[in-house]
């Protein structure tokens, strides 16, 4: 029996981009920032500290291109997701003044639930882009006041799919039959959050524990002819679908009259990076087990610097821009295996126009578009000892951007 996976999945849209609107705009520096229908994401310790409900909703295309060497060639993608945001505020009981909040954050691309590839251990695939760099995502939060309009705590789960199943195939003259069954399980990734204000300051500390969903799947293959088993071969295939590392984040930011200003810096956890590599064991006829090889990899945490700034223009328009340094987690590229991933600067903006409470509208609206740029720096690789599928040299560099519409609305 043979087991075809046909896919695509790295990462999740928020990850790489933002979820529209400010998030992206600001390059993610939106963790102290309480004007945000993510903030279950983002930081679910905002979700208390909010004015009013908020609701938000977002469309964009994102495009990932490479430039490579001749003898190298990686899929550039072309993809249209979507983001939906809600959050909402309340006071925990009647006669009291402290807040409480829950929220809401969905993304997803419009094609499709979620895919993946499963490589071969030599294939050259990009750790972050250029496969589909938007899995759907739902992440539900909440948080309460802490101390006196000063000190909010926040926590939130992300929710994800992971897959198991066996099969049992039976070749047989020209009836071939078999059996399968899957199981698609439910899993959870813990989020954490602090903010903090103090006067036209605010701060921010958050944590995501790693999402690591699994791909497992059971074969039993067998061949009779004329009713006499002349083959049996069970295999086991495993697979990781996708991998958002653990990551700590601090943030501040700061009010200086109609300017705000933001900095921030996120530590990523990649040193425990698993890569979507296809896993096979199976017995050869003695009865051993057999597992596929997969090379070492030198890789290493990440400090992600990132600065932002918020100001209105001609009263109803409101500037939002962000830049953040993407360092890379892969440290040598000699070896055998082909991690792709380099060096990323990124530039995000967002334009947006404020439209006053109508009989149309449930509470001040602002509609606008947003977009983000992705520089990867020119990477070259020499490879110590290549083999027969891999390249003795190469290089690659490449660009990725998103450029989207948004509406955000108070409720």
Same mark, same amino acid.
């Given at each position: ?19 529209? =609107? ?167 990734? $813990? ?143 000699? =070896? ?7 060096? $990323? ?67």
């Amino acid at each position: 029996m043979l087991l075809v996976l046909s896919a695509e999945a790295i990462a999740s849209q928020a990850q790489n981009y933002g979820l529209g =609107g400010v998030s992206t705009g600001r390059a993610n520096a939106v963790l102290a920032e309480t004007s945000n229908p993510h903030a279950a994401l983002y930081n679910p310790a905002l979700l208390p500290a909010q004015p009013q409900s908020l609701f938000g909703f977002s469309t964009a295309l994102q495009e990932v291109k490479f430039q490579t060497s001749d003898n190298l060639k990686l899929k550039n993608q072309s993809l249209a997701t979507w983001a939906l945001g809600l959050s909402f505020p309340f006071k925990i009981t009647k006669d009291s003044n402290r807040q409480g909040g829950f929220g809401l954050a969905i993304s997803g691309p419009f094609q499709k639930l979620r895919s993946f590839v499963a490589y071969a251990p030599e294939d050259a695939f990009s750790m972050r882009y250029g496969t589909s760099d938007s899995q759907f995502k739902a992440t539900l939060g909440t948080g309460i006041e802490l101390y006196d309009k000063r000190l909010f705590l926040g926590g939130g789960l992300s929710l994800y799919l992971s897959t198991a199943g066996t099969a049992e195939e039976t070749l047989v003259g020209k009836n071939p039959v078999g059996r399968m069954a899957l199981d698609v399980g439910l899993n959870t990734a $813990a989020i954490v959050g602090l903010y903090t204000v103090l006067n036209e300051t605010q701060g921010a500390l958050t944590f995501h524990q790693a999402l690591d969903p699994s791909f497992t799947q059971a074969i039993d293959a067998k061949i009779a002819v004329a009713g006499e088993e002349i083959l049996h071969q069970p295999l086991l295939a495993k697979s990781t679908l996708y991998y958002e590392p653990q990551a700590l984040a601090l943030e501040a930011q700061h009010r200086f009259g109609s300017l705000k200003a933001s900095l921030g810096l996120s530590y990523e956890f990649w040193s425990r990076y698993k890569a979507p590599i296809l896993i096979t064991e199976a017995k050869d006829n003695l009865g051993a087990t057999r597992v596929t090889q997969v090379g070492q990899i030198s890789l290493q945490d990440t400090l992600n610097p990132r600065v932002s700034f918020e100001t209105v223009l001609l009263r109803s328009l409101t500037l939002s821009s962000g830049y953040q340094y993407r360092p890379t987690p892969v440290t040598d590229l000699s =070896g055998t295996e082909n991690y792709l991933d380099s060096n $990323a600067h990124i530039v995000g903006f967002s334009l947006s126009h404020s439209i006053l409470e109508s009989d149309f509208l449930p509470g001040p609206t602002q509609v606008g578009i947003y977009g983000q740029y992705h520089w990867l720096t020119q990477r070259k690789v020499t490879k110590s000892s290549p083999t027969k599928a891999s390249l003795k040299e190469f290089s690659f560099q490449g660009t990725a951007a998103i450029y989207g519409l948004c509406l955000q609305t108070a409720l």
